[in-house]
């Protein structure tokens, strides 16, 4: 039993690394069709989710090609990724 909840455990911590580092590949290609990434990265860690998601929503509003869930999905990776958070930020 305690080896099921250990593997159960760690596919979970994957899933949530590969979940990140895909939403940082997204915002990076979509964001920066505009601006730098410099610029998103100078931001991380001083904005809510909720903020980053009316940021993102205004940039999909100024032509931003995201999906809604693209966008939430984005918005939800900003609001908790740290500064200088890899690989959006090298």
């Given amino acids: 039993m305690i080896v099921v909840v250990c593997l159960y455990t760690g596919l979970l911590l994957a899933s949530l690394v590969f979940a990140d580092a895909g939403a940082a590949k997204l915002a990076a290609e979509r964001c920066s069709a505009c601006h730098s990434t410099d610029r998103i990265c100078a931001q991380l860690g001083s ?33 908790t990724a740290k500064p200088g958070a890899k690989p959006l930020c090298q």
């Avoid at 998601?53 to 609001?79: I, N």
């Fill in 47 to 79: 904005r809510t989710t909720e903020v980053w998601k009316q940021t993102v929503q205004r940039m999909v509003s100024r032509g931003a090609s995201l999906t809604d869930a693209e966008a939430r999905t984005v918005a939800e990776y900003l609001g």
